[in-house]
């Protein structure tokens, strides 16, 4: 069941964060023969938006996403800034070609024990944005964090979650399925199933290693750790998922530091074994 081609595999800019701006990410992508890309917005703006499009487009790289939109409730109030600054994300995902705009919602607002504030501020936020992205035809990507991060990156915990608030939202909103967010959920392969092709917008890789030895950024390569890859992808293919693979990992303390050469070579060699 294991195994994918450098084609089908995407690199996030986050798994070479520490080393390298966009550009190099778009070289390195076309020198390993990786598929596509999924550009973070700060190493976008860093080399303009215009010129990563043109960049990616000569290389023919598939972008999987842009990361990332979201972050509706820091301040306990939905505000202009923050919807302008998602309309602008949908907008640069657009002039890229995304696949979808992928969102990390907001976790509680600063200060506050208010979980059902959040949700509500979260719910209206991904409402306004999607109003803009049905108009661009943008898809949005609801990316359910891992429970951990609940308080300070997004309080979408679950697949479940995720696609009952796509369930209300209606069109042009699905989810991004991150195995390193989901994996533990009792309920995941049916809420893969209850996804269906419509709203899997994205499928991020990496490894939980045990231990864990930082809550953020200490993701594992895949292959180093215990989630069941081959068995959460063949569950999102079989219900017609095409995208790419998109290789995710914070490694502060290891993929980080190497040379990124040697982290896409990596990456491509577990491609073909572990996921
Ligand atoms: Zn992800």
């Known amino acids: 069941m294991g195994g994918v081609g450098p084609e089908r595999l995407s690199l996030n800019t986050a798994t070479v964060r520490e080393q390298w701006g966009l550009a190099q990410c778009i070289d390195g992508c076309a020198r390993h023969g990786i598929g596509g890309i999924a550009p973070w917005r700060d190493k976008l703006h860093e080399?303009?938006?215009?010129?990563?499009?043109?960049a990616i487009r000569e290389a023919g790289l598939t972008v999987s996403g842009l990361c990332r939109g979201g972050w509706f409730t820091a301040t306990g109030t939905l505000?202009?800034?923050?919807?302008?600054?998602?309309?602008?994300?949908?907008?640069e995902a657009a002039e890229i070609g995304a696949a979808c705009l992928v969102m990390v919602v907001g976790g509680l607002p600063d200060g506050s024990r208010d979980l059902s504030r959040a949700h509500a501020?979260?719910?209206?936020?991904?409402?306004?944005?999607?109003?803009?992205?049905r108009e661009v035809g943008m898809p949005v990507a609801i990316e359910p964090l891992h429970p951990m991060y609940a308080a300070d990156r997004a309080c979408v915990n679950t697949m479940r979650q995720a696609l009952?608030?796509?369930d209300r939202l209606g069109e042009g909103?699905?989810?991004?399925?991150?195995?390193?967010?989901?994996?533990?959920?009792?309920?995941?392969?049916?809420?893969?199933?209850?996804?269906?092709?419509e709203r899997l917008l994205a499928f991020h890789v990496c490894d939980w290693l045990v231990p864990t030895r930082d809550l953020l950024t200490d993701r594992g390569m895949m292959?180093?750790?215990?989630?069941d890859i081959p068995r959460i992808r063949a569950a999102v293919?079989?219900?017609?998922?095409?995208?790419?693979?998109?290789?995710?990992?914070?490694?502060?303390?290891?993929?980080?530091?190497?040379?990124?050469?040697?982290?896409?070579?990596?990456?491509?060699?577990?491609?073909?074994?572990?996921?």
């Not at 501020?121 to 992205?133: C, K, N, Y």
């Not at 292959?223 to 989630?227: K, Q, S």
């Not at 219900?239 to 050469?261: C, H």
């Open 164 to 166: 009952d608030i796509c």
């Open 79 to 91: 505000g202009q800034e923050v919807i302008d600054d998602n309309r602008r994300a949908v907008d």
């Open 237 to 275: 293919e079989s219900e017609g998922f095409g995208g790419l693979n998109e290789v995710e990992i914070f490694s502060a303390l290891n993929w980080w530091r190497r040379d990124p050469d040697e982290v896409l070579a990596t990456m491509v060699e577990r491609g073909r074994i572990s996921c």
């Open 173 to 197: 909103i699905g989810v991004a399925c991150d195995v390193y967010h989901v994996w533990w959920d009792p309920d995941l392969y049916d809420q893969i199933r209850r996804a269906g092709r």
């Open 223 to 227: 292959g180093d750790g215990v989630i």
């Open 47 to 54: 080399m303009g938006v215009a010129a990563a499009a043109k």
């Open 121 to 133: 501020l979260v719910e209206e936020g991904l409402a306004r944005t999607l109003d803009h992205a």
